[in-house]
């Protein structure tokens, strides 16, 4: 019977989300304004949907010019196939956000680019990016941002999916469950490789997931950000009230 490592993880909740962004963006810069005194670039890469919106618009107007931009490389965690210009498309959101005026250098962004033939070729594309710049036998971002589902899905990993038993690629394609909308997503090795990794949740709605994805021992198969571990890095959670209602 393999022994399960207790889970390793810090869980913040704040009373209110304003909080939890304000106290998100202090951290991000910290970890960045350290690990720049050392390392050339700081690898950061982003989560998508709704939730990271107010924190990536903190970044961009608060932090303009507390972080050293020009030594960030951006990443994204995962990304609907679909147009940088479709309002579905995870870049563009950043975009929208992050990207406000302009405080990260274009040639140190590095979206999953959607203009393939096919969803699997734009994850091959992707792989073969990362590849390229990490030249190791895995990827260690500095940071991973992750949102999670209220199903407990988290980048494009869905509960009951042959994406979570993805071993040996860097980036796979996926889809919705319910839209079947095609997605790219790293895959669960790639994210236990970070150095640190920050969920961010909000509301009532993700309590339930917060709960199983926080407890031992994990349920990779109904509850995918449970098998979040990183195997040498970091894990903490940041939620509201609302979404740690049942977390003792
Ligand atoms: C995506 C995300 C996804 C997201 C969760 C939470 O592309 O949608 O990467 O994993 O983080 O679905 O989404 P919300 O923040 O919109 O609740």
């Not at 010019?65 to 309002?87: A, M, Q, S, T």
């Not at 920050?198 to 917060?210: H, I, P, Q, S, T």
């Amino acid at each position: 019977m393999a022994s399960i490592e207790p889970i390793k993880q810090k869980i913040y909740i704040f009373g209110s989300s304003q909080a939890l962004y304000k106290a998100v963006a202090s951290h991000i810069a910290e970890l960045i304004n350290k690990a720049s005194t050392t390392k050339e670039y700081f690898s950061l890469v982003l989560s998508g949907g709704e939730t990271p919106r107010e924190l990536y618009k903190i970044l961009a107007t608060e932090y303009r010019n507390k972080i050293p931009w020009n030594k960030i490389r951006l990443y994204w965690g995962d990304e609907r196939f679909v147009p940088h210009d479709d309002p579905e498309s995870n870049y563009r959101m950043a975009k929208e956000t992050l990207f406000l005026d302009k405080p990260i250098l274009s040639k140190n962004v590095f979206p999953m680019s959607v203009d393939q033939p096919t969803v699997d070729d734009a994850a091959l594309s992707y792989e073969k990016l990362l590849k390229f710049q990490f030249r190791e036998p895995w990827p260690h971002f500095d940071l991973i941002l992750l949102g999670l589902g209220a199903d407990c899905h988290t980048a494009s990993l869905f509960p009951n999916s042959s994406a979570i038993h993805e071993q040996k690629r860097w980036v796979v394609a996926t889809e919705h469950p319910l839209t079947s909308q095609p997605r790219l997503s790293l895959t669960l090795p790639v994210l236990n490789q970070a150095r640190n990794i920050y969920f961010l949740v909000r509301g009532n709605d993700k309590a339930e997931a917060l709960k199983k994805a926080t407890t031992d021992p994990p349920d990779p198969i109904d509850c995918p950000a449970s098998a979040v571990r990183p195997l040498n890095g970091e894990l903490s959670w940041w939620a509201d009230g609302e979404a740690a209602q049942m977390i003792s």
